[in-house]
């Protein structure tokens, strides 16, 4: 949900640069677009707040000064905060000098997110461009004049971060694997891991189905019991030390996990794996 005001100048004929639409928005918590593409080029400033934006296998934290620039056909999704959800205002454009302008910003997929101080002036111009309707000639030229104004402000100031600010898709499961491998014993909840690698519990449990074909509560749960058979299988701890040492704190809810995935209960699993390492031993005796 969010608070916009939106003009839309889609009657336009293709010209060198022209306005679509501009727009300023007062995001609820977590209010999100995406993931979708758009036809034209569209660029966001944040003036407070902050928020996500995801890019192909990006992903930015973006914060009051920042912003992205969404090139035509990319699939893109962005989200508000949720304890401090971003206003934003915008520019949708297009037009044959369009691609060469934003190239000569430094700005594209490579590089989509920059920084720029003047939000304010920016804002301002946006507002301007907004109040500027009609479809006649001399209404076009006046927006595309302060479209142009509101370049001149990006080239003078933009900072491009050329840098991505966050992991690739793949690191992201990395770091969530490594997350687990040393907290499994402690009472974590996906959350705990989506919060630790900075990104959100829905776009962690979409990378973990697309790279492994399993959830994260899913691959937690296994990592845990496939640590709690190897303890049972070298130590004579007992059954509620083995759930507290892999993340259990009642033995109750460890012995149903380790029934649901095994067909067995950790006592009789221990106790069949001793008989046959006892069998064993005895085969290899009379050899």
């Given at each position: 949900?969010e608070?916009a005001r939106?003009i839309e100048?889609?009657d336009?004929?293709?010209i060198?640069?022209e306005?679509?639409?501009?727009g300023i928005?007062?995001c ?12 034209n080029y569209?660029?966001?400033?944040v003036?407070s707040?902050k928020?996500i ?7 930015y934290t ?8 969404i090139?035509p056909?990319?699939v893109?999704f962005?989200q508000?905060?949720?304890e401090?959800?971003w206003?934003y205002g915008?520019v949708g454009f297009?037009?044959?000098r369009?691609s060469?302008?934003?190239q ?5 997929s490579?590089h ?5 101080k ?5 804002k ?9 309707q009609?479809s006649h000639l ?5 927006r ?18 050329s ?5 690739s ?9 490594i ?10 909840r996906?959350?705990d891991?989506a919060?630790?690698i900075?990104?959100d ?7 973990f189905?697309?790279h ?10 296994l990592y ?12 004579n701890?007992?059954?509620?030390s083995?759930?507290e040492s892999?993340g259990?704190?009642d033995?109750l809810v ?7 995935v095994?067909?067995i209960?950790p006592s009789n699993?221990?106790?069949t794996?001793?008989?046959?390492i006892t069998?064993?031993a005895k ?5």
């Open positions: 949900m608070e939106v100048f889609s336009e004929n293709q060198d640069l306005l679509c639409f501009a928005s007062q609820a918590p977590l209010h999100s677009y995406g993931p979708a593409v758009r036809p569209l660029i966001h400033i003036l707040g928020g934006f995801r890019q192909n296998a990006s992903s973006l914060e009051a000064g920042q912003g992205f620039l090139e056909d990319q893109t962005y508000a905060d949720q401090d959800p206003e915008w297009r037009g044959n369009a060469s302008l934003l000569a910003l430094d700005l594209g490579e989509p997110v920059f920084s720029c003047n939000t304010e002036k920016l301002d111009l946006i507002l301007a461009m907004m109040g500027i009609g001399s209404a076009r030229l006046h595309t004049a302060i479209l142009t104004e509101f370049f001149s402000i990006l080239a003078s100031e933009l900072h491009v971060d840098s991505k600010n966050e992991l898709r793949s690191e992201y499961v990395k770091q969530a694997i997350y687990i491998q040393g907290n499994y014993d402690r009472p974590i996906v959350s891991i919060a630790h900075g990104i519990r829905t776009y962690l449990y979409m990378l189905v697309d492994l074909d399993t959830t994260p509560k899913e691959y937690l749960k845990r019991l496939t640590r709690a058979r190897e303890l049972l299988k070298v130590t701890l007992p059954i509620s083995i759930a892999c259990y704190s033995p460890f012995s149903k996990a380790f029934r649901q095994y067909q209960t699993w221990r106790k794996r001793s008989q046959e069998k064993k085969e290899e005796k009379q050899s």
